[in-house]
Structures are given as C-alpha cells and as structure tokens.
C-alpha cells in the first residue's frame, strides 16, 4: 500500500509541475500590454483560456492507476494461465467474495450550476467473462479400446463483473487555466459472478468416477481427503464433483468519497485533472455462497446432485488509507 499511495502522490506532484510549466509558457506567449498582473492573463481571441459557466456539461475518461494494486480475487489477470485460476476456485470450501474497487477506468459526467459548482456522476465497470477448455481421456473409448487416445472436452464458463456509481458535488475555484478542485459524494458498487462446469464424461452406475479435469480428479491414495464432495451430502455419494459455484444475489457496497485536486484546461474546452481520492468508509454485504454437486449415490441406485452452503453470508466495513488513490482524467466541455 505505501508503494501504491507514493506512486500516487508522484503522478500528482509531477501533473502538478508540468501543470506550472506550460501555465508559466504562456505568459511568455502573451503580447506586451494584455498582460494585467503576474496571476492572471487577460488575452483575446483564440487565446483565452475556456473556464465553465451555468449550464456547462463536461464529459471525460478516468483512470486509476492505484487500482492496479488491488486484486479482484473472482477474477484472473489479463495473461495468466485461467486453468491455475479456476483450479483454485473450483472445489474450494470458501466463499467466493468479490470486493468492489475503485474502478481502473470510468466515465464521468458533470453539469455546472455555476463557474464553481457542479453535480458530478461517475459510473465505472469490471467484468470478464472466461470460457476454459481442456482436452481429457474419453473414457468410453477407452473402454471398448485400451489404446484408445481419443479425447474428450471439459468446459468451464467463468462469468463476474462489478460495477460502482458515484454521485457528488464538485467546488472548483481559481482564475488562470490551472484550477483548484474538490469534491465530495457517495459511491454504490455492485458486483456478482459464478462458475458453471460441463465434462465429457458423464458419471454413470459403470462410470461413478470418470476421467475429469485435474482439478476434479480423486485426490492420491492415502491423501487427507479421501473425496471431493464437500462431506455435506446425506446421498451416500462417495465421489462428488461441482456443477456450479455461485452467489445468490449480488456484492454490494456503499460509501462515501472524496477528493481533492487540480484541473488544468490544455487548450480550448480540453482539460486534464489528476487528484487524490479517498473513500473515508464503506459497507459492504456479501449474499449467501452455494455449490451444487453431483455423484453417484449408493443409496439411491443412480446420479444425483445437490447443494451445499459453501457461507451463509458477510459483511465488512472498510476504513482508512487502504482506500486512497490517484484518479486521473481528460475531460470535454461543451
């Protein structure tokens, strides 16, 4: 977290400098006599600089680079092996908690009542969705032919996105093109997800263990767990492997943000603002976790599935510096 918030803290000071830089570049471009004061620059024409008035919209791209820092623990990175990802998460007796985080990269849209105040909403989205397959035995070839190489196809389909709205108002002061801003609001995100699981080889009353992905596969002889049912099943099922992992319902959170920063407009009605972020509290609620099962059940005679409560829910409260960030953007006025 401290390489995070000093990451931050230089990509502000360094839009900062170069913020002074270009504003100290273009008294030197004023002509002699339009120049009132060493504060602010009086110009004409396609020089002056825009500044927003009531009834002004801006519409700009953010981006949060501290983000980065944080990982969505539903979710693989971009480039890691998926199989490693879903392995992790396909028989684990954990709850599949997804955090909702400051989004890496959002839209945000502001109308000004006047040149200092404006309603702001910024809405920001994650999602992935992963569709991993991998070749495994054809059991039933290999039945009728020992030599057989014929192959079959597992297929697990990883679908989690999350999403936050913030809604707020904004104070912006100063007079030059290099602005003061401020602002302060609340913070909605949302976010849900599951992993759905199909296999090539169908369990039957001949085959009650079949050839699986690695990760559904009997653990070694003599292993601590003798199965992979989750031994909550009253179905007499020995060998039980997930259908499905998923929430009922969604993640959600709310919270309260706040920022502070500069806003320098470049060039007509463009602007770049950098600013630290800051999410003093939030609350968040995680819905029950289920999975579903299936198995060959000795009592029964035939394959059957079930559900098991992986966690009946939780909550947290999040507080602190862990929620500090830099938010950067380019915005349009019109």
């Known amino acids: 977290m401290k390489n995070l918030l000093k990451v931050s803290l230089l990509t502000t000071f360094f839009l900062a400098t170069a913020s002074t830089v270009a504003l100290a570049q273009e008294y ?70 997804i955090l909702s985080q400051d989004p890496l990269a959002a839209v945000r849209v502001r109308y000004y009542f006047n040149e200092s105040w404006a309603l702001r909403m910024t809405l920001g989205l994650n999602g992935s969705h992963v569709d991993y397959k991998e070749y495994v035995q054809d059991d039933l070839a290999k039945a009728i032919d020992p030599d057989s190489e014929n192959k079959v196809v ?14 707020g108002a904004q104070y912006m002061a100063g007079k030059s093109s290099l602005k003061f801003i401020t602002g302060f609001g609340l913070v909605y995100a949302i976010a849900g997800g599951g992993l759905n699981f199909n296999y090539g080889n169908k369990i039957t009353d001949l085959n009650k263990v079949p050839s699986s992905m690695p990760m559904t596969m009997p653990p070694a002889p003599g292993a601590k767990d003798p199965t992979l049912n989750d031994f909550q099943s009253t179905l007499g099922i020995a060998y039980g492997r997930p259908l499905k992992r998923y929430n009922v319902g969604y993640v959600q959170g709310l919270g309260i943000t706040a920022d502070m920063g ?23 609620w995680q819905p029950k976790t289920y999975a579903i099962y299936e198995g060959f059940s000795s009592l029964t005679g035939k394959v059957e599935q079930y559900n098991s409560l992986v966690s009946p829910g939780s909550h947290a409260w999040l507080y602190g510096t862990e929620n500090i960030g830099c938010n950067l953007s380019l915005n349009y006025y019109f």
């Not at 110009?43 to 009531?54: I, L, N, T, V, Y």
């Not at 806003?263 to 463009?270: I, K, P, V």
């Open 28 to 97: 030197q471009t004023v002509p002699e006599g339009q120049r009132m004061t060493c504060y602010h620059v009086y110009s004409k024409g396609d020089a002056q600089k825009f500044s927003p008035k009531r009834g002004d919209w801006s519409v700009g791209v953010t981006f949060n680079p501290a983000t980065l820092g944080y990982k969505l623990k539903m979710q693989p990175k971009n480039g890691e092996y998926a199989g490693a990802f879903i392995a992790d998460n396909a028989t684990a007796k954990k709850q599949m908690f």
């Open 262 to 284: 500069i806003e320098w407009f470049m060039t007509g009605r463009l602007s770049l603002t950098a600013t630290m972020t800051f999410t003093p509290v939030m609350a968040i």
């Open 154 to 167: 597992d297929d697990v389909i990883s679908n989690l996105n999350s999403g936050s709205l913030a809604i």
